[in-house]
Nanobody, 115 residues
């Protein structure tokens, strides 16, 4: 079973940037997908961006061109660089790792974008 630790959330003004980091440890298969999801108050959790261990990326339409996901397979880390942040990006952001045996979530980190 993997464990995930997130960092990097906070408060930023609209137009600003934040970088989220996720570190995975424990039992992890080399072929996996790491990603970021978010949940705003009163809304369902939604995909933000995912990246496979082979480097294939997928983004939500709402963040394309503003957010970039990256990973370091050797360190089992995934980062989300968020630029041009908007108030509607305000949410709790969760890191996720899926491999053939597990689906693991981090504890979440708050991102608040003020207008």
């Amino acid at each position: 079973q993997a464990q995930l630790v997130e960092s990097g959330g906070g408060l930023v003004q609209a137009g600003g940037s934040l970088r989220l980091s996720c570190a995975a440890s424990g039992s992890i298969f080399s072929i996996n997908v790491m990603g970021w999801y978010r949940q705003a108050p009163g809304k369902q959790r939604e995909l933000v961006a995912v990246i496979t261990s082979g480097g294939i990326r997928n983004y939500a339409d709402s963040v394309k061109g503003r957010f970039t996901i990256s990973r370091d397979n050797a360190k089992n880390t995934a980062n989300l660089q968020m630029n041009s942040l908007k108030p509607e990006d305000t949410a709790v952001y969760y890191c996720n790792l899926r491999d053939r045996s597990s689906d693991t979530w981090g504890q979440g980190t708050q991102v608040t974008v003020s207008s």
